[in-house]
C-alpha cells in the first residue's frame, strides 16, 4: 500500500515527423489523425492501460498544443489516477540555469529524472508515441525480469528493404543482444528496434548521467546510450514481438497505415474489446448512408454523410461526400466536405478541406508510390484537378 | 439563465411503450442511434444557458443514472448546481399508486429551498426536440405570467400529446382558454406538457397542494386554476415528438432519416449531447449493402441495410437483410437472418436464418438480451 | 485483488441511531470530523486493490450518492469497473417490511453476471475499521472454503456484533461451531458481518434462496446451512467498532481523541480517504481555548472546546464552552452558549447562551438544522 | 450558442521569484505555498471562476511540474469545462522555426495567440500568477467597456516608500492615464499598476505585433507594450481597486502576507462562501490540539498533532509540533516535524523539514526585518540553534 510503483512510463512524443510535411506543420507526429477517429499516440496510452501502468509521463516539445488537449488529464485512457496518471513534461526553466530544449530522446528522459523519481519505481518503460500497434507491454516486463536484463528492447522483422530505417540488432542464442546499429547503411540483419525499451531504473539513471557527461554525445538512446551499455557489457535482450507494428514516418505509409485496417487479417483488430484502443470520443450523430449512396470495404464514422460512392477508404468523423462523387482508396480526414461528382483517388484529404464539385483529385503514379495530400482547411473551387501520372 | 432551474420528471409511462420500458424508465429508452430520449430536453435546457437540472426519476432509473453520471456530458458537472438526480424516498412511494407530481417535488423542499434560481422549466423526459429555451425565459419574465405552458401549433401527429388539450390565446399570446375536456375546443394549437414558473409560485403552489390533497401539477393546479392564473402560452419550434407509443417511437426514429429532419434536430439551435462511448469506426466490408440509413460507431456490416437505424456495435453478417428496422446497441444479426419493420432492443441476436417481420404500422419489438 | 468485487450492503437500521439517520442512510452518518461511515469499508475495500465496488443501498441515500460521486475520491472512476451505486426497484420494495438482502441482489442478477470478479467480499456500511483484505482473500482462497466469515478476538463492546454471535474454530481457523442461539457457546471469537465467497457460490446461493423462500444471507442460509457448508474464519485486527448505536456512535467518535488509535485506523494499512471540500484553515482567534480535540477544516473558534471532534466551518463564539460534544457541519455554538455530552448534527445553531447538556452515558442528540 | 467567448484570461505564471531563495528553486513563485493550503495562484484562478470567466490559458515556463500537477485540467477551480477550461501554454517548438523560449509577459502572449484565435473572444484579460488579492473581474470589465477603452489597468494605491517597484501611472480627471513609468526610481506617484489588463482583443494583437517587431524592445507590458499604445494615443484607463492586494516579492513579505491573515480586518476573508479560494484538497484527518497545548490568534490545517504552544502562526497541513514547543510568528509549512521543547520565532519552515528537540530558531532582528528560513526537507538536529540578533 506504499507509494512506490512497480514500473512506469516515459513516452515520447516531441517527434517533428518531418517528412509528413503539412500534415506535422501544426501538430507533433504523435497527434496525427488516424484510422477514422483516434490518434498516433492513442495506441501507445491505451497499450499502457491495458497493460496495467498507471503511471505515464509524456514528453513533448514540438508544437504540443493539440496534443495537450487531447490528452488532458488521461480520462479517455482511465489514466485520470490519483496516485499517477498521465503528466505532460514539456521543457522547462530550472534554477540557475539557461533554458534547455530535449536534444536526444535520452536527454529528454534525462531532463525529466525528478519526474522518475517521484515514483520511485523499479522499473523505466520507456515508448515512442509514433508508432501504431498493439501490444502487452507486461510480457515483455515478464521477460525482462526473467532475463535478469539491464535493458530489454522489443523487436521486430522488417523487410529487408526496409532495415537501414531502423535500429538494427543482433542477438545469441538466448537472445542477448550483442551488435545494434542505428539506421544501418548496409544492414546485416532485419531485426529492428521498435524504440520500446524496459530499464531498471538505477542502470537507466546511471547511463543517463553517464551518457549527459560525454562530449559530443547526440543524447540519443539508439545512437549513443545502447552503445555504450553494449560497449560496458551490459545484459540487452531482444524481446521479439509479433503482430501489427507500423511506424509511420511518410504521407504514403500514413496511407498505407490507414487502408490496412480494412484488411480483416492486418492483425490489428480495432473491434476487439479486450485490448480497447482508447481515444477522445466526439459528440456527432450515426452517419448517414443515403439511397442510392454505395459503401464497400471502407471504414466510416459518426457525423458523416454520404451521398456518393466509397469503397476501400476511410473516413473520419463528419466527412460530407454529395451525390455522384467517388472515393476511392483514400482517406478523408475530420470535417472534410466534398461535393457532388468529384472523384478522389489515392488521397490524403486533410481536415475541414472542401472539395468543390467535379473536383477530380487522382495519383496513378504507383512504382514508387504517390499520394496526393490535400491541406487542412483547403478550399478548392468546383472543376479543379489534381492529378499525378506515372512518369 | 444562471437563475433558471431546469426540471426533468420522468414519469412512469411503462403501460405505454412495453418492453423498452421493462428494465429502464421512459427517459432513458434509447433513440436514433446513440441516444436516450432524456438528451434531448438536457441539451435544450444546458445550450440555453441552465446550469442546474434536477430529474425526478420514480423507478427504474439505474440505466438514466449510469447514462447522467455527474452530467459531464453536458457540462453539468459543476462545482455548485450542475446535475442533480432525485429519486424517490421509497417509503413516500410504498403506495402501489403513483400519488402525483406535488409529491415527489415535495419530498425535496429543501433542494427547492436551497436553490438560488429564480424560476424553473420543467418538463417530461420523453420529448424529442431541440429548444431555445432563452427566448421561452424571457418571453416568461416580460408577460409577468403565474405560468407559461408550452403549445405546438398545427399539432401533426396527436400521440404527441397525451392530454390532448387544445388552448386558445389572445394576440400577445395569453392562454383565453383551456379545454377541461378534449375535444370541445376548436382551433390547432395544443399543449405541450413544458411549464414555465417562478421558484416562489412553485413552491407556494407545492404548500397549498399538499394542504388540499391535489396531487397533479397540470391536471390539480394548472388546468383546474386556469380561470384564476394569468397563464400565457410560448409555441414550440422546429422537430417535436413525444414518445408516447411504440407507433410514435418508431415513426420518430424513421423520421431522422430526412436529412433537412436530422439537421435540424440534432444541431440547431444547439447541438445535442450524449454520453459518448469507446467505439471503433464502423466498418463496411466489400459486398455490404446499406442505404437510407443512420449507423452509429463500432458496427460491423456484411450484408444488407435499407431504411432502418443501427446503433453502437451492432453485427450484420453476411447475407442478413434488415429493413425498416430499429436495432439497438450491440445486437447481432446472424447470417441470412432477415429484420423487417421490427425494433431490436440491447444485445439481441436473430439467429442464421431466422426471420424477425412486423407490420408497418405494427413493428415487432424484441426485448434486451433475447436470442431468437 | 482485480478480481475480487466489494459489496456494500447498507441495511436499514433507522431504529438503532435515530436522528443522525431521519435524513440518511447508516452508511453516510457523518463520523470523526470530516468522514461519513461508508469511507472506511469503502477505503480498505480499494486500498486492498479492489477496483469494482457495488454500494447496495434501500432509502435515503441522496446523501450517500453525493457523497461517493462517480468515486473519484477512492480513485473509484474507473471507465471498467470501479463504483456502482444500485438503488432498490421501488416496486420490489412496495411491501412495508424488508424482505432481506438476497432479494436486493436478486433484483441485480444481471449486474453479477456481467462482472468477471472470481470471488465477493460482503460488508455492511456502518463498521469503522482499516483492513488489509488481500491477506482475508488470500486466507480464503487457500482454504477453499465456501465462506469465509470474519470474528473479533477479544469482543470489547457488546454493541459491535448486533447478532452476538459465538463461533469456535479449528488450529487452522475452519469454523467447528457457530452458535444458533446466542449465549450458548464459550468462548471470546464473535462474528463480525463482512463474508468471502465465490461470485459462482452468491449467485447459486440467491437462485436457490428465491425458489425457497429464504431472505437473509447470513440468517437463512449461513447459519442455517452452517452444518453443510466449509466455512472458514478470518480475524479482523486493528481499530474495530460497529456503529449500531448512538452509545456506539460517541464512544468511538471520541476513541479518536487517543493518538495511537488515531494513527492506527487513519493511516494503516492505507489512508482513508473521503469526499474533499473547499474549507480554509480554522482559525483560532487570541483568547482561544482549545485542548484535547479534533477539529476539521474551516473552522473558527473564539470560545472553549475540550475533549470534544469539531467538523468542516463550526464557529464557535466567544465564550462559548464545548465539551465531550461532536459538532457536525456548519453548526454554530454563539456567545456564552454551554454544549456538553452532545452531538450535534450538521448546521444546528446554538443560540447565545444556551445550553444543552446531556450526559456521559446518553449524549443528547440534535437534528439537522435545529436552531436552539 | 456559437463558440465565440466574451473573454478570456491569460495567467502568466512564469516568474521564478528571484528573491524568495530556496523556495523558488523547485517551482515557480505562482507554486508557492500560502496561507496554510493554498497556492499562491490560486488567487488568480478563483478569481476568474468567481467573475464568471470560463476559459484561462496558464503561461509557464520556469520549474512548472508542481504547477501544471496543481492546475490539472482546472477541476478544483471548476475549470474543467467543454469548451473552453484552463489549459497550460508552455512554450513548443513551432513549424520550421529555432525553439524560443517566452522573453517578456508581451511576448510570452505573442507565442499564444494561435490559443487567443482559438476562442475569438471580444476581450483579453492579462493577469499575473503572482498576487495575493479577491478581486471581480467583471466589474473591471464593465468599467472597460463604459470607457470605451483600448485597455484598462487595474490600479491600487501603494506605499510611497514601495512606489518604484511598481509600475506607476498618473491619470487625468477622467481616469484616463496620461503617463505610464514602469518602476520608476523617483516616483512620482503612487498608483501602482497591479499587472492586470483588459485589452480589446484586436487592439492587443496588433500591438503585440508592432512590438515584436520593434528593434530592442523587451517584449514587456510594462516597460513596452504600454509606453508604445501611450506614445500613439491609445485610450488607457485606471481601473482603481480597493482592498487587499500583495505582491509577494520578498522571504519578508511572504511570511507578512502569511500572518496578514491572522488579522480580522485584513481584508481578505478567506471564510467567505460568495468568493471562495478554491485549491486542491489534501486528504488528512482532521488536525488534533492535545490535552496541555495551547493555540491562538493562528491557523491550522487538516493533519496536524499540535503538542506545544502555537501563537500568531500559520501551520499548512501535516504538521507535527512536540510537547513544549513555543511556535511564535511563523509560517510552518506542509509536513514540518518539529521535537519537543524547540522554540521557533519569525521563521518560515518549509516542507517536509524535521527540528530536533530543543531546538532554537529565532530571528530578533527587526529592522530591516528578517525572517529565517529553514529549507524544504532539512533535517535540524536537537539542540541546533539558528539565530540572527539586530546588529
Known amino acids: 500500500m506504499g507509494t512506490t510503483k512497480e514500473w512506469i512510463a516515459m513516452l515520447l512524443a516531441g517527434g517533428e515527423g518531418k ?8 501538430m507533433a507526429k504523435p497527434a496525427l489523425p ?19 501502468i498507471d503511471t505515464v509521463g509524456v514528453l513533448t516539445q514540438y508544437q504540443p498544443l493539440i496534443l495537450n488537449a487531447h490528452i488532458g488529464i488521461g480520462i479517455p485512457w482511465d489514466l485520470d489516477r490519483k496516485h499517477g496518471g498521465v503528466s505532460i513534461l514539456a521543457p522547462f526553466l530550472k534554477y ?12 529528454a528522459i534525462y531532463q525529466n529524472i525528478c519526474f522518475i523519481d517521484k515514483y520511485d519505481p523499479h522499473y523505466v518503460l520507456v515508448l515512442s508515441g509514433d508508432h501504431i500497434y498493439k501490444m502487452d507491454y507486461s510480457l515483455m516486463l515478464k521477460f525482462h525480469k526473467e532475463k535478469q536484463a539491464d535493458l530489454t528492447i522489443a523487436v521486430i522483422e522488417v523487410p529487408w528493404n526496409e532495415a537501414s530505417r531502423f535500429g538494427i540488432m543482433h542477438t ?36 543517463l548521467q553517464a551518457d549527459n557527461e560525454r562530449a559530443g554525445s547526440g543524447n540519443d ?3 549513443d546510450v545502447i552503445p555504450l551499455m553494449l560497449d560496458e557489457g551490459c545484459r540487452i535482450f531482444a524481446y521479439p514481438f509479433q503482430g501489427y507494428w507500423k511506424d509511420v514516418g511518410t504521407i504514403e505509409s500514413l496511407w498505407e497505415a490507414n487502408l490496412d485496417l480494412l484488411s480483416s487479417e492486418n492483425g490489428l483488430d480495432l473491434f476487439d474489446r479486450n485490448w480497447r484502443i482508447y481515444t477522445v470520443n466526439q459528440n456527432q450523430p450515426p452517419h448517414f448512408i443515403a439511397p442510392g449512396a454505395k459503401i464497400e470495404n471502407s471504414l466510416a464514422n459518426e457525423g458523416c454523410e454520404i451521398f456518393g460512392e466509397v469503397s476501400n477508404s476511410v473516413l473520419f468523423t463528419g466527412v460530407h461526400i454529395g451525390e455522384g462523387t467517388v472515393i476511392k482508396d483514400s482517406v478523408i480526414m475530420t470535417n472534410v466536405r466534398i461535393g457532388r461528382n468529384a472523384r478522389i483517388e489515392r488521397a ?17 503514379r504507383k512504382d514508387p508510390p504517390e499520394i496526393i495530400l490535400v491541406r487542412e482547411n483547403m478550399i478548392l473551387p468546383e472543376n479543379s484537378v489534381i492529378r499525378t501520372t506515372s512518369p | 439563465m444562471k437563475d433558471v432551474m431546469g426540471i426533468v420528471n420522468v414519469r412512469i409511462q411503462d403501460d405505454i411503450i412495453r418492453v423498452l420500458t421493462d428494465f429502464r424508465c421512459i427517459a432513458s429508452v434509447p433513440f436514433g442511434g446513440r441516444y436516450r430520449l432524456i438528451d434531448f430536453i438536457l441539451s435544450s435546457m444546458t445550450n440555453s444557458g441552465v446550469q442546474k437540472v434536477a430529474v425526478f426519476t420514480l423507478h427504474k432509473y439505474r440505466s438514466l443514472m449510469d447514462h447522467l453520471g455527474t452530467g459531464k456530458s453536458w457540462d453539468l458537472n459543476r462545482k455548485e448546481d450542475g446535475l442533480y438526480i432525485l429519486p424517490p424516498n421509497v417509503f413516500y412511494y410504498s403506495q402501489t399508486s403513483y400519488p402525483g407530481d406535488i409529491r415527489s417535488f415535495y419530498s425535496q423542499m429543501d433542494f427547492f429551498e436551497h436553490s438560488k434560481q429564480k424560476d424553473v422549466i420543467i418538463s417530461p423526459g420523453n420529448l424529442v426536440c431541440n429548444l431555445d429555451l432563452r427566448e421561452a425565459i424571457a418571453f416568461h419574465r416580460k408577460s409577468g405570467a403565474d405560468v407559461t405552458v408550452f ?19 389572445s394576440r400577445n399570446n395569453r392562454v383565453l382558454e383551456l379545454e377541461e375536456e378534449p375535444g370541445t375546443l376548436e382551433g390547432n394549437k395544443v399543449l405541450v406538457e413544458i411549464f414555465i414558473m417562478s421558484k416562489l409560485f412553485l413552491l407556494e403552489t407545492i404548500e397549498n397542494s399538499i394542504l ?7 391536471q390539480d393546479v394548472i388546468l383546474k386554476d386556469r380561470d384564476k392564473l394569468n397563464i400565457y402560452a410560448y409555441p414550440v419550434r422546429g422537430y417535436f415528438a413525444a414518445i408516447n407509443s411504440i407507433k410514435r417511437f418508431y415513426r420518430a426514429n424513421m423520421d431522422l432519416l430526412n436529412p433537412a429532419i436530422r439537421q435540424n434536430l440534432f444541431f440547431q439551435p444547439g447541438p445535442i449531447y450524449t454520453k459518448v462511448k469507446d467505439e471503433p469506426s464502423t466498418k463496411y466490408a466489400t459486398g455490404s449493402n446499406v442505404f437510407n440509413s443512420l449507423l452509429a460507431n463500432g458496427c460491423l456490416v456484411e450484408g444488407t441495410v435499407e431504411n432502418s437505424i443501427l446503433f453502437r456495435g451492432v453485427k450484420v453478417k453476411k447475407g442478413a437483410f434488415i429493413k425498416d428496422s430499429i436495432i439497438m446497441q450491440k445486437s447481432e444479426i446472424e447470417e441470412d437472418a432477415r429484420v423487417e419493420y421490427a425494433i431490436l432492443d440491447k444485445e439481441v441476436t436473430v439467429s442464421r436464418g431466422k426471420e424477425i417481420i412486423g407490420r408497418e404500422n405494427g413493428p415487432v419489438v424484441i426485448g434486451k438480451r433475447k436470442k431468437l
Not at chain 1, 96 to 107: F, I, L, P, S, V
Not at chain 1, 348 to 364: M, T, V
Open chain 1, 19 to 26: 517528412r509528413l510535411g503539412f500534415l506535422t506543420s501544426e
Open chain 2, 151 to 169: 403549445y405546438r401549433e398545427d399539432a401533426e401527429y396527436e400521440p404527441d400529446f397525451p392530454w390532448k388539450r387544445k388552448l386558445k390565446v
Open chain 1, 172 to 207: 545469441d542464442s538466448e537472445g542477448r543482444i550483442t551488435e545494434f546499429q542505428e539506421k544501418p547503411a548496409h544492414p546485416q540483419g532485419n531485426l529492428a528496434s521498435m524504440g520500446v525499451y524496459i530499464f531498471g531504473t538505477e542502470i537507466l539513471k546511471q547511463y
Open chain 1, 96 to 107: 540557475g540555469e539557461e533554458g534547455k530544449w530535449y536534444r536526444g530522446t535520452a536527454n
Open chain 1, 221 to 223: 538512446f539508439g545512437k
Open chain 1, 34 to 52: 488516424f484510422g477514422g477517429k483516434y490518434r498516433i499516440i492513442d495506441f501507445a496510452l491505451s497499450n499502457c492501460t491495458n497493460s496495467g
Open chain 1, 348 to 364: 490524403i484529404i486533410d481536415e475541414n478541406a472542401i472539395i468543390g464539385d467535379e473536383c477530380l483529385i487522382c495519383s496513378e
Open chain 2, 212 to 218: 388540499n390533497g391535489a396531487g397533479d401539477l397540470f
